[in-house]
């Protein structure tokens, strides 16, 4: 497999549910990231892990929990979610760098009932 | 902060015609810019990028400049085709911490439809 997989492509979950998505990459980067995209609103950031630290977390709530065992995989732990957490999760990676291009996974669409 | 502000869409287009979706931005130094694409039930796909003013970013028939007299980075097509439906997404991102990852600031998408 190349690029960035992300699983599953579709989760429902309720509120009081655990769950978690999968990111893996095949690229060899060292570099990766959550986003968040919801229907009319830019993308947001959420988490970043460089070299497998946590570098960046963008006031995201607790209910939202990144865990970077590899460099080649990132997890997103999910609990005691709120509806309005429903959207598209984007995994992607990169290398280090300014301009080093982020290649994204399909995305899991997230729907919490 | 940064910022990237995209013309809204939807672009409704028929095949062949010409393609400009604006893009500017604000940035405290010198950024890289880049365009990314997402069809349908996909992520992201890095289309075109930038690095330095005046450099010409191409790729699949699009092009954009970066001129940073105007702080744009516009897209452009000669001849768009139905294949070419999508949101486009115009990014910049700034020089970052060693380690850091690389950051990008995202525009709000244009959504693009080409008709036959």
């Known amino acids: 497999e190349t690029g960035v997989t992300q699983t599953p492509r579709h989760l429902v979950m309720g509120m009081t549910n655990k769950k978690s998505l999968k990111c893996e990459q095949h690229l060899g980067h060292n570099a990766m990231y959550w986003y968040k995209q919801s229907a009319k609103k830019p993308l947001e950031l959420m988490f970043v892990?460089?070299?497998?630290?946590?570098?960046e977390n963008n006031s995201v709530p607790s209910r939202f929990s990144p865990e970077c065992p590899n460099s080649s995989h990132l997890f997103l732990h999910l609990h005691t979610l709120q509806p309005e957490d429903s959207a598209l999760y984007l995994c992607?990676?990169?290398?280090?760098?300014?301009?080093?291009?982020?290649?994204f996974g399909n995305g899991t669409r997230l729907t919490v009932t | 902060g940064d910022s990237v502000t995209q013309m809204e869409g939807p672009v409704t287009l028929s095949e062949e015609a010409f393609l400009t979706i604006n893009c500017t931005y604000t940035a405290t130094g010198y950024p890289s810019l880049f365009w990314y694409v997402q069809y349908p039930g996909e992520g992201l796909q890095l289309l075109l990028k930038?690095?330095?003013?005046?450099d010409k970013g191409s790729n699949k028939g699009f092009e954009a400049t970066y001129r940073k007299e105007t702080t744009s980075f516009h897209l452009e097509k000669g001849s768009v085709q139905v294949s070419d439906s999508a949101v486009y997404f115009c990014?910049?991102?700034?020089?970052?911490?060693?380690?850091?990852?690389?950051?990008?600031?995202f525009g709000g998408g244009t959504r693009v439809l080409v008709k036959p």
């Open positions: 930038a690095t330095k003013a005046d």
């Open positions: 892990y460089s070299l497998e630290e946590r570098v």
């Open positions: 990014a910049l991102s700034e020089g970052m911490i060693k380690a850091a990852g690389n950051k990008l600031t």
């Open positions: 992607a990676s990169s290398q280090e760098g300014q301009n080093s291009p982020l290649h």
